[in-house]
């Protein structure tokens, strides 16, 4: 059985790896590893992490904070430069079909404006997709923004288990499948409520 709520290992062992580098290099004695982690958590530095596997996202969490701390002394962006690497390693890797996509999305071959929106929302349908394969919770959909016609964003549902380091992660992951194409970031989250996160468009396309 699948435990609830949980991570692709594919997302996860990055952040395994990370923290058990740190360990190896003495940045963080395993004296100190209960500061932040569980017992359970731990013993993942000890083994190898399946790509294919879910983890527990209490886990991927409790690493990341490890990680915010030591490493990116509490600045946020530390996060979501870490998720910009996760979506080139996973697109290097050739995991999912959704990012071999971004090497030929339809919105680079269109030049008027509502033709470049359009094919921009079919685009980003598509790769949003990729969070059922990553996430076993949430529920993420790309729709017109009401508040800008130019603009679209992504409404993440049901993400009350969701934590805020993977809120910034996602936010860096998004934006890094964005700059495939050279483009600056393009995105940014907020969490009007508990079960609710959204990543609205900075710019128009």
Not at 139 to 159: C, G, K, M, N, Q
Not at 180 to 201: K, N, S, Y
């Amino acid at each position: 059985m699948i435990p609830n709520p949980s991570i692709k290992g594919s997302v996860f062992a990055g952040v395994v790896e990370h923290v058990a580098k740190l360990v190896s290099a003495g940045e963080v004695s395993r004296a100190d590893l209960p500061k932040w982690l569980e017992s359970g958590d731990i013993g993942l530095l000890d083994a190898s992490v399946a790509i294919s596997a879910w983890y527990d996202v209490r886990s991927y969490d409790r690493m990341n904070r490890l990680l915010l701390e030591v490493v990116g002394h509490g600045n946020p962006e530390f996060l979501r430069e870490q998720g910009r690497q996760t979506a080139r390693r996973l697109l290097e890797a050739g995991l999912y079909a959704q990012l071999e996509y971004l090497n030929r999305t339809r919105v680079a071959a269109e030049k008027e404006p509502r033709a470049r929106f359009e094919a921009f929302g079919r685009d980003l349908r598509l790769l949003t997709s990729l969070s059922a394969g990553i996430l076993n919770f949430t529920r993420w959909t790309a729709r017109p923004d009401p508040r800008h016609e130019d603009r679209y964003r992504i409404d993440v549902t049901d993400a009350a288990d969701m934590p805020e380091s993977l809120c910034w992660r996602s936010d860096g992951f998004i934006n890094g499948m964005a700059a495939v194409h050279g483009g600056r970031d393009l995105w940014a989250w907020t969490r009007p409520a508990r079960d609710r996160v959204e990543f609205q468009m900075v710019r128009s396309v």
